[in-house]
């Protein structure tokens, strides 16, 4: 007796765990967007008026009141010309008023625009080469609309100013070059606030580096803070309120540095119940990457009001303490700090790889069972919609909601990092992640996607040309049709179709991991590496099969997957009878009057369907190589695989 089961993997509803970090992840990369949004809205992109100089060094010193929604200050910022200078352009938006522009103390002529410049006439060409500095004394109310980077606010009624420039934000509360591949070789802070709340308590500014002095004159205090490692304009930040502060030591293998957490007083007991654990994942991702880049300063947590996070260099700005929070901002400093996108249509290596780092942690601390339910979400995430693509395009970087797609930059960019991962093995994938991060030319610069893959396949020795432009330059995903049928002996033939949800690719050549059942609850897992459409793979098998399962470990993005299992019984199998067997040149068929043949489909051993034929009784194969080859009868009593050898 035949049995025919018809499998439908279905996503089924995931643990309260993965539930929430879902959620979180949204208000992450929401919170990340709504920084962005206005200026966003203005479809604005990199200025071309500032690529003729590099950004060498800043001086930032502002004066706030976290009472107050404005900011006034100087900022000197040293640039070597790229070419012949009479003019330098800085990046200001027009609502912030330039008082006075000096170089060596004297008077700059500039002027302001309606496109967010501050456009500088130098007293004499700066010729190709030379190193030269100024000073743009300014202020105003960075928040006139009453949304954007610079924030001015209360908690528990506790005047709070925080910032947050991601992605051309900048521009919107200091004059600033907005490029993402010049970055800033050193920044100096220093931050004028009120000694004092009006509450009587201490006002505790927060930036990127380490802390060098805090100066209090009357009834004001100056802050300096130190950051020698470049910097890109958006990863500038500040905060100023009565922050509690506290901190943890990370071994470090002998070179301790510190996690200097600053919270409102009001989430101090919560914080300090929720904090400990980044020393354990400031562990991990230094075992499994490299040593954390910045432990010559600080790593960092300050809270705002934002109910995600924003990976400030040395300093993340925290909404809350999650671990899933803690773990993605954290993996931010190797991934988007160290290393920086080198445009937003490749945002991915930033927000991408935190998400999968985030995931690691889940799979370190939690076991592979959380693990699986957290990639189950990431492919529930990525097939919800059939087109999208991890790499943007030029109109996509005018698009906050694209640049910070959870489903696309976040979830899908993790997702192929994992199945890059399972492609290559651990060992090659670790290696390439950590010469990725060694290499000089893209350490604390910036990388673009081609960096990352020539890297990766340096170290796995493979082509990944194929695998990047079907999962990360063009969109969607594959559905399978998965056919098993039983073989002569102990061996199974099973055939792989696939469609695609979008038509950018024609076909995902991938790994497809398949598990067979058997009858004991003996389990065997394959990795089939499926190429083309309909190929066929003669696995052998040790036990009777009674299920199968596709991707049980969710390693694959897919959607909407059928499993064919086909179980003959003796008597057909018996009745039907292919001769000669061996063969020179044809097969006759030979069957019962009540069963029919609607179709013969002739495979080779490397899979590859060679003949096919309807209704045949006498079956040719006088023009095919010499060998093995698998008949696969399809009949009105079932699906039965018959052998035969070609002399």
């Known amino acids: 007796m035949k049995i025919l089961y ?64 404005s900011i006034s200050g100087q900022v000197t ?6 070419e012949n200078l009479s003019q330098v352009t800085f990046e200001l938006t027009d609502n912030m008023i330039v008082s006075e522009v000096l170089q060596r103390g004297s008077s700059l002529s500039f002027s302001q625009n309606a496109d967010d410049e501050v456009v500088i006439t130098l007293p004499q060409t700066q010729n190709l080469g030379v190193l ?43 004059p600033c070059k907005q490029d993402l591949i010049d970055k800033i070789d050193s920044i100096d802070v220093y931050l004028t606030t009120p000694t004092l709340n009006p509450s009587n308590e201490e006002y505790i500014a927060v930036s990127n580096g380490v802390e060098l002095s805090q100066i209090i004159d009357g009834d004001s205090k100056t802050t300096r803070y130190k950051h020698r490692y470049p910097i890109p304009a958006y990863l500038v930040a500040i905060a100023v309120t009565n922050y509690e ?33 980044t020393v354990d994942i400031m562990n991990l991702f230094s075992n499994l990457f490299e040593e954390y880049p910045y432990a010559n300063e600080k790593y960092g947590h300050a809270q705002f009001g934002w109910g995600g996070g924003m990976e400030h260099t040395t300093v993340s700005f925290m909404g809350g303490f999650s671990r899933g929070l803690i773990a993605h901002e954290l993996a931010h400093q190797w991934f988007g700090n160290k290393i920086t996108c080198g445009s937003w249509k490749d945002i991915w290596l930033n927000e991408g790889f935190a998400t999968y780092l985030s995931g690691l942690v889940i799979e370190d601390f939690d076991g592979n069972g959380a693990f ?69 030319e893209l350490a604390f610069a910036y990388a673009k996607t081609p960096d990352y893959q020539t890297k990766m396949e340096a170290a796995s020795g493979e082509d990944l040309t194929e695998f990047f432009n079907d999962w990360v330059y063009n969109q969607g995903y594959p559905s399978y049709t998965i056919d098993v049928s039983p073989a002569s002996g ?41 190429s083309f459409d309909g190929e066929t793979f003669l696995e052998t098998v040790n036990f009777e099969v009674s299920n199968v399962l596709f991707d049980p470990e969710f390693d694959i993005i897919s959607k909407n997957n059928n499993i ?6 003796y008597e057909l199998d018996q009745a039907l009878i292919i001769y000669p067997n061996p063969t020179e040149s044809y097969i006759t068929i030979q069957k019962p009057e009540k069963v029919t043949i609607s179709n013969v489909e002739v495979y080779n051993t490397l899979g590859q369907k060679v003949l096919s034929l309807d209704s045949p009784s006498i ?16 009949t009105n009593k079932g699906v039965i695989v018959k052998r035969v050898v070609k002399e």
């Open 619 to 634: 079956i040719m194969v006088d023009t095919l190589s010499d060998g093995l080859y698998f008949l696969k009868l399809y």
């Open 132 to 174: 030269d500095s100024l000073t743009i004394s300014y202020s105003g109310n960075p928040i006139s609309s009453g949304f954007g980077s610079f924030a001015q606010t209360t908690h528990s009624g506790d005047p709070i100013i925080w910032t947050l420039s991601e992605p051309y934000g900048a521009k919107g509360w200091w």
């Open 245 to 277: 502060v506290y901190s943890h030591t990370v071994p470090n293998n002998g070179n301790p540095f510190e996690i200097v957490n600053y919270v409102y007083p009001e989430n101090l007991a919560s914080a300090q119940a929720s904090t400990p654990v």
């Open 6 to 69: 018809t499998l439908l993997i279905v996503l089924w509803t995931s643990t309260t765990f993965s539930q929430n970090f879902d959620r979180e992840l949204t208000s992450i990369s929401e919170a990340e967007a709504k920084a962005a949004m206005r200026r966003m809205s203005q479809n604005y992109s990199r200025n071309m008026n500032t690529g003729n100089y590099d950004i060498k060094y800043h001086r930032l010193e502002f004066d706030i009141d976290p009472s107050q929604a």
């Open 77 to 82: 910022t040293y640039f070597e010309a790229k």
């Open 490 to 530: 102990n061996q199974v033939l099973i055939q792989i179709n696939q469609t695609q949800s979008d038509a950018s690719v024609d076909f995902f050549e991938a790994p497809v991991p398949i598990r067979l059942v058997g009858t004991g609850g003996e389990n065997l897992d394959l990795v089939l590496n499926n």
């Open 372 to 440: 699986r339910n957290w990639k189950e979400q990431r492919i529930s995430s990525i097939t919800s919609s059939p087109s999208g693509a991890v790499y943007l395009s030029d109109a996509d970087t005018t698009s906050v909601n694209r640049i910070f797609s959870s489903r696309l930059s976040y979830n899908k960019g993790a997702m192929v990092l994992h199945m890059l991962r399972k492609k290559i093995g651990d060992a090659q994938f670790y290696q390439g992640m950590q010469d990725y991060l060694a290499t000089p």
């Open 564 to 569: 064919t299992l086909s179980i003959s019984d």
